[in-house]
């Protein structure tokens, strides 16, 4: 008898970038997938404008809602929408995230294969002229790497391409909340998955095209809000094992400035590389900002 085909609930985050989002669900509703084995629920986290018109614009196309709530951060999003899915699987990305048409149907052939993994998928970047965002997703691919050199035994995954059970995510309790900014939540849900004994898969034939536009500005402010969202991370961690705060070895953060660049950097290879340096050192500003906001709390 043949399988059913795996019914999943796509969840998408979304933070003022209307325009991002329309491209994500533009490429949701070109996914080679059977179009009533999907639901796509978006939770609007406060955006200054209302997205109804662009979600208006899916109807007929798509089994889409729209969910709201004040501005609380991606973790908090993507635990309302999954408190509203029906799929027996979630599949998560972001709005700044076009997956590529054969998402669905390969995540689908996990789960066919063995139902209980988790799935972390690729991120590629779609902005390759813009030099901040190619950097930040290099940060992301070191970290991939890293952390997921063996993929059957994969250690981190990202939000923005993530499948799993939803009574998985039910069980382990959804994304912590105390993580507000985007950044350490991620690891910290990895951490958690681990710690209470699920199987991570790392499989990167699965794609999403990440249009992450960001200027200078929005650069260093990512980074040293990655800074502060680490040191939470490692926090937390150390109080649910019970043992000493540890932080990554010197050699993870040479390692990631000798992390091997595209053939295609070419002549912006070095302040390529001098923008890799400066994410380093905001992201170290950030962890040391973080420190000097505790002591001062502990102070009072």
């Known amino acids: 008898m043949r399988r059913e085909t795996p019914f999943f609930s796509i969840i998408v985050p979304t933070y003022n970038r209307p325009a991002q989002l329309g491209l994500c669900l533009t490429a949701i509703s070109r996914l080679e997938y059977e179009p009533d084995r999907f639901e796509v629920i978006v939770v ?46 979630l599949a998560f990305t972001d709005d700044d995230c076009a997956p590529a048409s054969s998402w669905l149907r390969k995540l689908a052939a ?17 902005l390759p002229d813009n030099p901040y965002s190619t950097v930040s997703q290099t940060v992301s691919d070191y970290l991939m790497d890293y952390y997921n050199s063996q993929p059957d035994q994969a250690r981190f995954c990202s939000g923005n391409n993530l ?7 039910n069980a382990v309790g959804g994304y912590d909340t105390n993580f507000p900014l985007g950044a350490g939540e991620d690891r910290e849900f990895s951490d ?3 710690y209470h004994n699920y199987r991570l ?3 990167p034939e699965i794609v999403v095209y990440h249009f992450h536009e960001l200027t200078l500005c929005t650069f260093v402010r990512q980074h040293f809000n990655y800074g502060q969202g680490s040191l939470q991370f490692y926090q937390t961690r150390a109080r649910r094992n019970n043992k000493p705060i540890m932080v990554e070895s010197k050699s993870f953060y040479v390692n990631l400035l000798l992390y091997p660049f595209p053939r295609e950097w070419g002549c912006r290879r070095i302040p390529l590389k001098a923008l890799l340096a400066l994410s380093q050192l905001a992201n170290g500003v950030g962890h040391l900002w973080g420190r000097v906001r505790l002591n001062r709390r502990g102070c009072r």
């Not at 200054?48 to 991606?74: C, E, W, Y």
């Not at 499948?163 to 995510?169: H, K, V």
């Open 163 to 169: 499948a799993m059970p939803y009574s998985t995510f």
């Open 192 to 194: 958690r998955l681990l």
């Open 44 to 89: 609007d986290d406060g955006s200054k404008m209302p997205l109804d018109a662009i979600i208006a614009r899916f109807h007929g196309k798509l089994d889409v809602t729209l969910l709201t709530q004040q501005n609380s951060g991606p973790a908090r999003a993507r635990n309302t929408g999954a408190a509203r899915a029906k799929g027996q699987f």
């Open 110 to 126: 996990r789960f066919v294969q063995e139902s209980e993994q988790i799935i972390a998928g690729r991120a590629l970047n779609a």
């Open 201 to 203: 898969v790392y499989a």
